[in-house]
């Protein structure tokens, strides 16, 4: 058993709501799990090396709730020469492990993935358990659900009818998935087609729900305008994604049945941002007509007090698997009314929580798992320094090391110290 002392570290506590100073943190390298957290550096435990971390700022590991690992973000910076999805199982394969291994570069240490052409990234959580690849640990949905000819339905299961939606659901949990992902609504990414586009009755949304929870399975909708928000509310959903329009019937009925919004405000701001003469056109008229109603509607849901659990919609245009999980933390800030505390909350406790996860993540707390990352500024005043280069641990070992520090940065490195068994 090897047993690593951190200490003269800053510890972020989301019930404070900030960073504790002058705390230590004992890490079990071989469980990969936090053993003591506490004041000073005195522990109850017997350890074989200490770390002094110098005060440097410690929050748990970003956890992304949103993320297409078999998409391409770099298509886009191409001008639209290349295919977005390739038909190939191994350049979507390819493109899963170059992103895994890009997101956790940058902190992202837990990612469910709702949407993955030919099941790819349920062999790629198999290959990241197993140490074969790096990158975060992986929540798998497989393909997503879509009506034929849908939202989505070019890599994804086709069906139609509640006897069809019972056995795809059923076949994509035998195959492995660890939560259902369905397309409720249409959306911006498929030409012919709306955001207000209602795309699964009622009936066919709400057994998806039953199959996945009678697993003890997660269940996510893609629902963005009004109606079919409501619908997937209705129909029992864990989180709703993308959410561009919810009124105040909407936030009471998520209040009701305890849903999550995963708001994935970078996948739209991004394209509105950089996408004038490579996003097609009709996608980006979409954004243009939705995007106002849709930052008003997270920060509805953000002063309402609705759980908000970080996503991204990685793999979207100009939307990829570095610091854009960060910088949707500040779009949260800065659009929909966050503090920067609130927004680490989202990418971290309420991550896990929407994902089912909180018993082993999510908080720097014994019996967790140590997957953190360290920072020389505090992201309490400044959420952006989130972005910047940092320290990333795994189960309680470094995974990535900041590459270029200041001399001040320098003087705050972590440094070793052996200790006797």
């Known amino acids: 058993m090897t047993k690593i002392n951190y200490t003269n570290v800053a510890i972020y506590n989301h019930e404070k709501q900030n960073f504790i100073a002058n705390q230590h943190m004992v890490v079990d390298t071989d469980t990969g799990k936090i053993v003591e957290v506490g004041n000073g550096s005195s522990i109850n435990q017997v350890v074989n090396e200490v770390s002094d971390m110098h005060g440097r700022y410690v929050m748990p590991g970003i956890m992304n709730a949103h993320t297409h690992i078999t998409s391409i973000p770099t298509y886009w910076w191409n001008d639209g020469k290349e295919q977005r999805h390739s038909d190939s199982h191994e350049f979507n394969t390819m493109f899963a492990v170059k992103n895994m291994a890009d997101a956790i570069d940058h902190g992202i240490t837990y990612i469910r993935n709702v949407g993955a052409a030919f099941d790819i990234d349920i062999e790629v959580k198999k290959m990241q358990e197993k140490g074969w690849i790096k990158g975060p640990k992986v929540m798998t949905s497989g393909k997503a659900f879509s009506i034929t000819g849908g939202h989505g339905s070019g890599g994804g299961y086709e069906v139609d009818g509640v006897d069809e939606v019972r056995k795809g659901v059923r076949q994509a949990m035998k195959n492995g998935v660890d939560n259902i992902k369905m397309m409720v609504t249409g959306g911006v990414l498929k030409n012919g087609e709306t955001p207000d586009d209602i795309q699964f009755t009622p009936e066919e ?172 500024e505090n992201p309490v005043n400044d959420i952006s320094v989130i972005q910047h280069d940092k320290d990333v641990y795994q189960n309680g070992i470094c995974v990535h090391q900041q590459a270029v520090a200041t001399e001040t940065e320098q003087q705050a490195a972590p440094s070793k110290v052996s200790a006797a068994i």
């Open 205 to 376: 949304a709400r057994t998806a729900v039953v199959e996945a929870h009678h697993k003890g399975k997660t269940a996510a909708a893609h629902a963005q305008g009004n109606a079919g928000v409501k619908e997937a509310v209705e129909a029992g959903f864990d989180t709703v994604e993308h959410a561009f329009d919810i009124d105040d019937e909407t936030i009471a009925m998520m209040k009701e049945h305890g849903t999550v919004v995963v708001p994935t405000m970078n996948a739209m701001y991004a394209i509105y941002k950089y996408g004038k003469d490579t996003v097609p056109d009709w996608a980006r008229e979409k954004v243009i007509v939705n995007i106002k109603k849709h930052f008003a509607s997270i920060t509805k849901a953000v002063q309402a007090g609705i759980p908000i659990a970080m996503g991204t919609d990685a793999g979207t245009p100009y939307n990829g698997f570095r610091s854009e999980s960060a910088y949707e933390m500040e779009l949260y800030v800065e659009k929909a009314g966050m503090t920067p505390a609130q927004a680490i909350d989202s990418a971290t406790i309420n991550c896990a929580r929407a994902m089912h996860v909180d018993d082993e993540y999510g908080q720097i707390v014994a019996g967790n798992y140590a997957d953190f990352i360290s920072m020389a």
